[in-house]
């Protein structure tokens, strides 16, 4: 099995208009998404598609099908039908990158207790010879809204995984940030440890630097058991977090901005909230760049 989990550290750090650092211990999983079914029949905590301590739906993921707010151009979607694997084709195809009869390894937390809430999930993506081809960062806000950001391999470091891009979010993440700060993300295909670095830059000035770092584990019904014990009711704290830091950056006094007040540059985004537009709009999986 390829599958298996991360125990993690997630750490934040801002640099400005105020100081403010925080970090705390997670699991994630990491699901190759061929091996899913037989995950779901082997693991007594774990379903595909019903109910369970931890559930893995895949409609919760990379909604190509579903309305997209401000796209970047009117290429037609994947059909709402196709399964994520499909889906995940897809979207690296419209990319100019095939990866079809490759693997795809998907780290993410699914639905715990039937919850859900991911900040972001990671997809990489090899081809068919096994090399690593693209990484896929979908990006969830508290409002439920998702986007996507498509990476490729860094040239300077491609034959170990490593990806990076440097775009501008368009994306209301944190009131505490505005929607044109760009996203710098460092990426490693991973292994033995799990290695994310996410950064925010306002012109050449970094403001955050979020990290995600940890160590391999089996993916068994006993280490779920044991995580479950040691790190519980996971989703519905990592919620509660970002809300308790959202207050104590309020108390500091750092500067914060409405969602709906630069609605127009909120871009490329699924599942809009009513704050946005509710008019219909073309779809598409293209991804943002430079010049959205």
């Not at 995950?39 to 909604?63: E, H, I, M, V």
């Not at 090899?126 to 996507?148: C, H, Q, W, Y």
């Not at 950001?149 to 470091?157: E, Q, T």
Request: proline share 8%; hydrophobic share 40%; aromatic share 12%.
């Amino acid at each position: 099995m390829k599958s298996c989990l991360y125990e993690c550290e997630v750490m934040h750090a801002r640099f400005e208009p105020r100081a403010h650092r925080f970090s705390y211990r997670i699991f994630l999983f990491a699901l190759d998404l061929e091996e899913i079914p037989e995950l779901a029949r082997k693991l007594t905590l774990f379903s595909a598609g019903r109910s369970n301590l931890y559930s893995f739906r895949d409609r919760d993921y990379l909604p190509l099908g579903e309305r997209q707010h401000l796209p970047a151009s009117p290429e037609a979607p994947s059909p709402q039908e196709a399964d994520l694997r499909q889906r995940v084709e897809t979207y690296a195809a419209a990319n100019g990158v095939d990866i079809s009869g490759g693997r795809v390894l998907l780290v993410t937390l699914p639905r715990v207790f039937g919850y859900l809430f991911n900040p972001v999930s990671f997809y990489f993506c090899l081809d068919r010879s096994g090399a690593p081809a693209a990484a896929i960062a979908e990006v969830t806000n508290t409002f439920r809204e998702m986007k996507p950001f498509f990476l490729r391999p860094d040239p300077a470091d491609a034959a170990r995984g490593v990806f990076h891009l440097r775009v501008p979010k368009h994306f209301y993440v944190s009131p505490f940030s505005d929607v044109d700060v760009a996203f710098d993300f460092h990426l490693r295909l991973p292994a033995d440890r799990l290695a994310v670095r996410i950064d925010d830059y306002a012109g050449e000035r970094r403001t955050l630097t979020s990290t995600l770092t940890g160590d391999r584990r089996a993916l068994t019904s006993g280490r779920l058991a044991w995580f479950t014990f040691k790190y519980p009711a996971l989703t519905l704290r990592v919620i509660s977090l970002i809300h308790w830091h959202a207050l104590r950056l309020w108390l500091k006094r750092v500067p914060w901005f409405a969602k709906a007040a630069r609605a127009g540059d909120q871009r490329g985004l699924y599942r809009p909230h009513h704050s946005l537009s509710p008019g219909p709009a073309p779809i598409s999986p293209a991804v943002p760049s430079e010049s959205a």
